[in-house]
């Protein structure tokens, strides 16, 4: 068979299970995949198109004749593993935050700059989840306007700490109900020295805090919106909730832009036909985008687009997506796609 030899790291984890499944539903042509995953998890069997594949251990030598690496392990493996998967040469895509802000390594989002492919050596990495929908969802409108401020508030999922957290939501969920009692052990962040119910509890705690008061994921919105748009000068702050949610961040986006003109009606019109984006935004019949309609799906959902009533050339939108799959292995599939169609991966075997 002509194709990609793939690898996936991380195979066995809430993002790595998803790529598997994104690979059966994608274009891209595919010869042969691999499945990778620390020593725990070794001879576990996942499926892919029908098979069943064992999972194998992640070592240096795995990545002989692999052409194409998805790496969604954390970000030691990938900074461990993912320079023996170049040099072996394979094209790594990575979802973990490692290289992120590495000025030589592309961040990218198709749908907003796709171009930035062209620059990668072998290593292309994908945002952070939160980061992706709004970009998505703002990027449209800044090409039409410019983009001058942006402040978000998320309301993320408790996904985007992995299945461990998943499980917490519902066996705390399950304890108030049933007046038990528990003992929070993930949540907001598994190494910290304080952990919290996220049951019925949003957390205003994502990652760790940082200098400023700023937790990491708030820092990694920031540095990586004006990366993805090449523009420094954009002001961007954010501030990161967890919510009792499983799956899909919603976000409250306030943003400025450059240029006069703009109304609710243009800013919708923009966005009906923008890449990657379902607008759901009728609030005459209660149409805006929910958590439970953007699960399993690949877009991002864009609605309660309204002006600021106090400050000219404002407005306010919603976003909300699936973070295991737009903000994570749909993205990553998506990446490679690109680059497919660029022509920017080597395949010997083709």
């Not at 961040?249 to 240029?259: A, M, N, P, R, Y």
Request: with cysteine; aromatic share 6%; proline share 5%.
């Amino acid at each position: 068979m002509t194709g990609y030899n793939i690898a996936v790291v991380g195979a066995t984890g809430a993002v790595g299970t998803r790529i598997i499944k994104m690979l059966e539903e994608t274009s891209l042509p595919i010869a042969s995949i691999k499945l990778l995953a620390s020593q725990r998890s070794v001879g576990k069997t996942l499926e892919y198109n029908g098979q069943k594949l064992k999972v194998q251990e992640a070592l240096p030598s795995s990545f002989e004749g692999v052409d194409l690496a998805f790496f969604s392990a954390g970000g030691s493996v990938s900074k461990k593993l993912a320079p023996e998967a170049i040099r072996r040469g394979a094209v790594v895509v990575d979802n973990t935050s490692a290289f992120r802000m590495d000025p030589s390594v592309p961040l990218v989002v198709p749908e907003v700059n796709e171009q930035a492919l062209y620059k990668h050596q072998g290593l292309v990495a994908n945002p952070n989840c939160s980061t992706i929908q709004m970009v998505v969802a703002l990027e449209p409108l800044r090409k039409e306007f410019g983009l001058k401020k942006v402040i978000v508030t998320t309301m993320q999922a408790v996904s985007g700490a992995g299945n461990r957290a998943i499980k917490e939501l519902y066996s705390e969920t399950k304890a108030v109900l049933n007046q038990q009692e528990y003992k929070p052990e993930i949540l907001p962040v598994t190494n910290a020295p304080e952990h919290y119910q996220i049951a019925f509890n949003p957390l205003a705690q994502i990652d760790v805090f940082e200098d400023g008061g700023y937790t990491h994921e708030e820092w990694k919105m920031i540095h990586e919106t004006k990366k993805i748009m090449e523009n420094e000068q954009i002001q961007v702050t954010a501030t990161c909730v967890r919510v009792p949610v499983p799956i899909s961040h919603s976000e409250s986006v306030w943003f400025e832009l450059e240029k006069s003109g703009a109304t609710v009606a243009k800013l919708q019109q923009i966005l009906q036909n923008a890449p990657g984006v379902i607008l759901r935004d009728d609030p005459v019949h209660q149409v805006f985008p929910q958590a439970l309609e953007a699960t399993g799906q690949k877009e991002t959902y864009v609605g309660r687009i309204r002006a600021d009533g106090e400050q000219q050339n404002a407005f306010h939108l919603y976003c909300v997506a699936d973070n295991l799959l737009k903000g994570a292995a749909w993205n990553s599939v998506q990446i490679a796609e690109s680059l497919d169609k660029l022509g920017l991966l080597c395949v010997p075997n083709r």
